[in-house]
């Protein structure tokens, strides 16, 4: 059985940070990309941040500049730096693994962590 479990949310005021942490557990044998995705009340989801395997990161326009998205691979955990936050930036934050299990690969999401910035 696998596990994608984010932590590190909570309330913060605009201009401050946040450290975002997700682990991957279970039977797997890799991981290839790991993302950040988030959900702000009536809006679609969308892609913050992602990392590959081999370190190559991508950003959303609204964020570049401010987050920073990292892993370490030994312990199967991708982070969010979040730094100058925004109002804008209150969202439901979610991981996305792409785990590979004999042979076949599949993307597995956390049960989300709720970032607020207060103006």
């Known amino acids: 059985q696998v596990q994608v479990v984010e932590s590190g949310g909570g309330l913060v005021q605009a201009g401050g940070s946040l450290r975002l942490s997700c682990v991957a557990s279970?039977?797997?044998?890799?991981?290839?990309?790991m993302g950040w995705y988030r959900q702000a009340p009536g809006k679609q989801r969308e892609l913050v941040a992602t990392?590959?395997?081999?370190?190559?990161?991508n950003y959303t326009d609204s964020v570049k500049g401010r987050f920073t998205i990292s892993r370490d691979n030994a312990k199967n955990t991708v982070y969010l730096q979040m730094n100058s936050l925004k109002p804008e930036d209150t969202a439901v934050y979610y991981c996305?693994?792409?785990?590979?299990?004999?042979?076949?690969?599949?993307?597995?999401w956390g049960q989300g962590t709720q970032v607020t910035v207060s103006s």
């Open positions: 996305n693994a792409d785990l590979v299990t004999l042979g076949y690969m599949r993307g597995y």
């Open positions: 279970g039977r797997f044998s890799s991981i290839k990309t």
């Open positions: 990392i590959s395997s081999g370190g190559s990161t």
